[in-house]
T-cell receptor, first 116, second 113 residues
Framework: NAGVTQTPKFQVLKTGQSMTLQCAQD?????MSWYRQDPGMGLRLIHY???????DQGEVPNGYNVSRSTTEDFPLRLLSAAPSQTSVYFC???????????????FGQGTRLTVV | GIQVEQSPPDLILQEGANSTLRCNFS?????LQWFHQNPWGQLINLFY???GTKQNGRLSATTVATERYSLLYISSSQTTDSGVYFC???????????????FGQGTILTVHP
């Protein structure tokens, strides 16, 4: 049971390049989400998904796309990287229980992205 | 949206000291979690505690949901406790929150030997 796995751990991009950050979970969780963490700040929600085929925007969605074709995978795409997207990215998953209650969220190890 | 405030922003301790970290939130929540972010950036789940009290070794947490706050207690602190402690809440607007967490700004804890 690996939990939440993110790849790569580190990445350097040039402005305008595109890339996909991968996130996979093996806990059969319905909910998955992407966050970014900037220096001295807490995490902010980028996009989230409540199940395969269903995604929605979070607090800071601009410049990012997501899709969810399977329960296990939730990739985050940067179509044209900008220096403002330099950050640490975390993927998380959790499980719906009942009446709006969810289990605790589990986080991946993070991807440190630098855009030059 | 819901506001989450943590205090103090910074805390410096000598090894062996006790401390209390506070998290205030502005609306009712489905879920509250405490995390420790270690110096390597990894987020470690400490407590899942929407209400009540839990203990895990030297750490314990209490959430008073009706008064919208949570406390994290660290006793007999060790240098390995250093890092950033985050409180995150899963807001209850409309009754379904889809696992979306709102984080506080964190408390930076430094424990000196």
């Amino acid at each position: 049971n690996a939990g939440v796995t993110q790849t790569p751990k580190f990445q350097v991009l040039k402005t305008g390049q595109s890339m996909t950050l991968q996130c996979a979970q093996d806990m059969n969780h319905e909910y998955m989400s992407w966050y970014r963490q900037d220096p001295g700040m807490g995490l902010r929600l980028i996009h989230y998904s409540v199940g395969a085929g269903i995604t929605d925007q979070g607090e800071v969605p601009n410049g990012y796309n997501v899709s969810r074709s399977t329960t296990e995978d939730f990739p985050l795409r940067l179509l044209s990287a900008a220096p403002s997207q330099t950050s640490v990215y975390f993927c998380a998953s959790s499980y719906f229980m009942t009446r709006g209650m969810n289990t605790e969220a589990f986080f991946g190890q993070g991807t440190r992205l630098t855009v030059v | 949206g819901i506001q989450v405030e943590q205090s103090p922003p910074d805390l410096i301790l000598q090894e062996g000291a006790n401390s209390t970290l506070r998290c205030n939130f502005s609306d009712s929540v489905n879920n509250l979690q405490w995390f420790h972010q270690n110096p390597w950036g990894q987020l470690i789940n400490l407590f899942y505690i929407p209400s009540g009290t839990k203990q895990n070794g030297r750490l314990s947490a209490t959430t008073v949901a009706t008064e919208r706050y949570s406390l994290l207690y660290i006793s007999s602190s060790q240098t390995t406790d250093s890092g950033v402690y985050f409180c995150a809440v899963d807001a209850n607007a409309g009754g379904t929150s889809y696992g979306k967490l709102t984080f506080g700004q964190g408390t930076i804890l430094t424990v000196h030997p």
